[in-house]
């Protein structure tokens, strides 16, 4: 089994662009994360979706962050307009439910430059 | 607020020697501690948590309330232990916090 599949892996923008992450978890998981960690740092949860709900995005900046999770599957993370300090490696993670003692199964992430 | 605090970055230790990551953690509720690692050009993993309370890898750790701490031992260290590793925290709110991470080195 592949485990959770993102692309792409390496994104390259200008700043004022925007940008798209897009995230597969694992067949049968029906939470899904998106966390963002910047260098040297631990991942931080963006949000955190049960089925195609987002049930957690307190930490998502809304005013230029959006994600979907239309059909309950796979997922898309949206920056728009990109800033420099948004450089960082954007991780997918997935989970059978979304109770807390469960086990994430994490993405490769995609590393994310702001020039 | 931190909730979850790992105060070394970089740890180095000689193989066949003791090794122990700290981990302290802030939260008034009953929580889940999870020990993840992330070896060289590989995804983050789980290596325990304390629920399971099963030792990995030669791995243990154990949830200490009172020093709200959840410390990852291991007697014997070996070299394909280097790894990153982080602790991580869920809420009763299932809220997951993570620690900034300690860079384990194994000198042979």
């Known amino acids: 089994e592949a485990g959770v599949v993102q692309s792409p892996r390496y994104k390259i923008i200008e700043k004022k662009q925007p940008v798209a992450f897009w995230c597969n978890p694992i067949s049968g998981h029906n939470t899904l994360y998106w966390y963002l960690q910047n260098l040297g740092q631990g991942p931080e949860l963006l949000i955190r979706y049960e089925n195609e709900e987002a049930v957690d995005d307190s930490q998502l900046p809304k005013d230029r962050f959006s994600a979907e999770r239309l059909k309950g599957v796979d997922s898309t993370l949206k920056i728009q307009p990109a800033e420099l300090g948004d450089s960082a490696v954007y991780l997918c993670a997935s989970s059978l439910t979304g109770g807390k003692g469960n086990e994430q199964f994490f993405g490769p992430g995609t590393r994310l430059t702001v020039l | 607020a931190q909730r979850v605090t790992q105060p070394e970055k970089l740890l180095s230790v000689f193989k066949g020697a003791p090794v122990e990551l700290k981990c302290n953690y802030s939260y008034s509720g009953s929580p889940e501690l999870f020990w993840y690692v992330q070896y060289s050009r590989q995804r983050l993993q789980l290596l325990l948590r304390?629920?399971s309370r099963e030792s990995i890898k030669g791995f243990t750790a154990d949830l200490n309330k009172g020093e709200t701490s959840f410390h990852l031992k291991k007697p014997f260290a070996q070299e394909e232990d280097s790894a990153m590793y982080y602790c991580?925290?869920?809420?009763?709110?299932?809220?997951?916090?993570f620690g900034t991470g300690t860079s384990l080195t194994v000198i042979p």
């Open positions: 991580a925290l869920a809420t009763t709110g299932n809220q997951f916090y």
């Open positions: 304390h629920i």
